[in-house]
């Protein structure tokens, strides 16, 4: 449901298409976060890939703007490999998100969503 705070502050910068993609997101997650589908873990993989490639267009294109202070771009960058690095490390190696223990690879799982959402939220003020 953090997803939510993303639709609303897209809808407050008045970046729709942002919104309409994490509108699709939240859904697609919602859903297979409730049925635990593969079919609908596919559909969520496309909402992500949305999100990832229209975030990186955002970023990319106001990149520009931040030529003299990096901090803001690098902050945004270290949360998307932050992102990477517990989904995939996690995957090859059984941990975080990939954990056994299930309540342990939620509470990664709530992680990696939590620093996604600041992530694009960051992206939405760029």
């Known amino acids: 449901m953090i997803y939510a705070t993303n639709v609303a502050t897209g809808f407050y910068v008045g970046d729709f298409w942002y919104s309409a993609v994490f509108f699709y997101l939240l859904n697609t997650s919602l859903l297979f976060h409730y049925t635990r589908n593969e079919i609908m873990r596919t559909i ?3 909402g992500i890939m949305a999100v990832v ?7 990319f294109d106001n990149l ?4 003299d202070d990096l901090l803001y771009p ?3 960058v270290s949360s998307f490999l932050y ?3 517990l989904y995939y490390y996690g995957y090859y190696y059984k941990q975080y998100c990939y954990c ?19 992530g694009n939220h960051l992206i939405l003020f760029m």
Do not use: N
């Open 74 to 76: 690098v902050t945004i």
């Open 44 to 46: 969520d993989k496309t």
């Open 53 to 59: 490639i229209y975030g990186s267009y955002k970023f």
């Open 83 to 85: 992102v990477v690095y």
């Open 100 to 118: 056994e223990d299930m309540d342990t690879a939620d509470r990664w799982h709530s992680l990696l969503h939590l620093v996604s959402c600041i």
């Open 64 to 67: 520009p703007k931040y030529q």
